[in-house]
C-alpha cells in the first residue's frame, strides 16, 4: 500500500503566487539582479521580461498598474518608468558578441502588419512599403499578437541574408 499526502490547494497556491508577485516585482524592479535569481534560464527571463514590459504603462491611457495577488498583503505597481527601466534592460547585449552584432543593429518604426511564427517572420509597414524581418524563433505569440495593426518599433540585426529579429515593443 503507498500512502500519500495531498496539500490543501490554498497552501500551494499561495506559494505560487507568491513567487508570482515577487518574480514580476523583481522583473520590474530589479531586472538584472533580482530576477537573475529567481529565473536562471535567460530565454524565459527574456521572455517575462518582455511580457511584463508589455503589461507596464506607456503612460498615454493610465499611469499605473497595481498588481495585486490573492492572499499576499503586498502588491506590485508598475509605472512607465517600470516599462523604461525593462525596456533599458532588453536592449543591453548579453554578450561580446552580441556586442559586435549590435554596431548593425536597426531601429524599424512602422505598423506590424504581418506575422508568421511557423515560418518565422513578420511583416511591418514601413511608410507603406512592407519590411520583412526574419528569426522570431521562440517568440511567444502572446506577446507579439495583440501589436497586429498597432504602432511597434522593432530591433533588428541587419545580415547578409536580410533583417534579423531582436526585439518588438507597441510604439509609446
Do not use: C
Amino acid at each position: 500500500m503507498v500512502r500519500t499526502r495531498s496539500w490543501p490547494a490554498e497552501s500551494n497556491r499561495h506559494s505560487q503566487t507568491n513567487l508570482e508577485g515577487t518574480t514580476i516585482q523583481a522583473a520590474s524592479e530589479e531586472p538584472d539582479s533580482g530576477l537573475q535569481s529567481l529565473v536562471p534560464s535567460n530565454e524565459y527571463r527574456e521572455t517575462f521580461l518582455k511580457m511584463t514590459r508589455n503589461l507596464a504603462p506607456t503612460g498615454k491611457s493610465f499611469g499605473e498598474m497595481e498588481i495585486k495577488v490573492i492572499g499576499d498583503r503586498q502588491s506590485v505597481v508598475l509605472r512607465p518608468s517600470s516599462r523604461k527601466l525593462i525596456s533599458d534592460t532588453l536592449r543591453r547585449p548579453a554578450s561580446d558578441s552580441a556586442r559586435d552584432s549590435a554596431k548593425t543593429e536597426e531601429l524599424l518604426h512602422g505598423v506590424l502588419r504581418a506575422l508568421d511564427l511557423d515560418n518565422d517572420w513578420l511583416e511591418v509597414s514601413i511608410d507603406g512599403k512592407p519590411v520583412k524581418v526574419k528569426g522570431v524563433g521562440e517568440t511567444v505569440d502572446d506577446v507579439i499578437g495583440p501589436m497586429v495593426n498597432h504602432n511597434v518599433v522593432v530591433r533588428a540585426a541587419r545580415k547578409r541574408g536580410g533583417l534579423s529579429f531582436i526585439d518588438i515593443e507597441q510604439e509609446e
